[in-house]
T-cell receptor, first 116, second 113 residues
Framework: DTGVSQDPRHKITKRGQNVTFRCDPI?????LYWYRQTLGQGPEFLTY????????KSRLLSDRFSAERPKGSFSTLEIQRTEQGDSAMYLC??????????????FGPGTRLTVL | AQSVSQHNHHVILSEAASLELGCNYS??????LFWYVQYPGQHLQLLLK??????LVKGIKGFEAEFIKSKFSFNLRKPSVQWSDTAEYFC???????????FGSGTRLSIRP
């Protein structure tokens, strides 16, 4: 399968712990996106990379969240000092085309985070 | 677009019924619009998109959507639904910065066999 993969698929953690998620995009895609989705809502934009450069970060993202894409391939999303409000599905997507605004994004299966 | 609204949260139809799901966006310059679908247990995937040209866009699985600029709408339609169309449907558009895509809250479609 050459689609977007995410690891782990599920993560249960205690409040205050740090967690890290990984996303492997489709290999030839230069754009990578992270979203958060809660029940009954659509995906909420968190951040965007073009190659290794983080070009946009949502104002909703607190300082506890950080994302990297060190070699322009896989990406990691870290949440420090998790809070119960961080419980959500974290989605990764990748794309490649003329512009992010017209690209088709290909989504991974998501990582479901539960903070106890 | 500045925002994307989907007013139908849950739609229940019988097989063979016609479908129309509403999507409205607020004006924000160049308009690019998407419909994504998430079937049960599967990833989000693109149904169709519009960014120029013919305002009537055809997508996969018999879906189509019409961009009506005067109404700020991009409603999704299908003339005859099947049980396999049971899914959650999301309308989306780029925010003022083109790399940020905003999604509507989604419409859950349930089809009675």
């Amino acid at each position: 399968d050459t689609g977007v993969s995410q690891d782990p698929r599920h993560k249960i953690t205690k409040r205050g712990q740090n967690v890290t998620f990984r996303c492997d995009p489709i290999s030839e895609h230069n754009r990578l996106y992270w979203y958060r989705q809660t029940l009954g809502q659509g995906p909420e934009f968190l951040t965007y990379f073009q190659n290794e450069a983080q070009l946009e970060k949502s104002r909703l993202l607190s300082d506890r969240f950080s994302a990297e894409r060190p070699k322009g391939s896989f990406s990691t999303l870290e949440i420090q000092r998790t809070e119960q409000g961080d419980s959500a599905m974290y989605l990764c997507a990748s794309s490649s085309g003329l512009a992010a605004s017209t690209d088709t994004q290909y989504f991974g299966p998501g990582t479901r985070l539960t903070v106890l | 677009a500045q925002s994307v609204s989907q007013h139908n949260h849950h739609v229940i139809l019988s097989e063979a019924a016609s479908l129309e799901l509403g999507c409205n966006y607020s004006y924000g310059g160049t308009v690019n619009l998407f419909w994504y679908v998430q079937y049960p247990g599967q990833h989000l995937q693109l149904l169709l998109k519009y960014f120029s040209g013919d305002p009537l866009v055809k997508g996969i699985k018999g879906f189509e959507a019409e961009f009506i600029k005067s109404k700020f709408s991009f409603n999704l339609r299908k003339p005859s639904v099947q049980w396999s169309d049971t899914a959650e449907y999301f309308c989306a558009a780029p925010y003022s910065s083109a790399s940020k895509i905003i999604f509507g809250s989604g419409t859950r479609l349930s089809i009675r066999p």
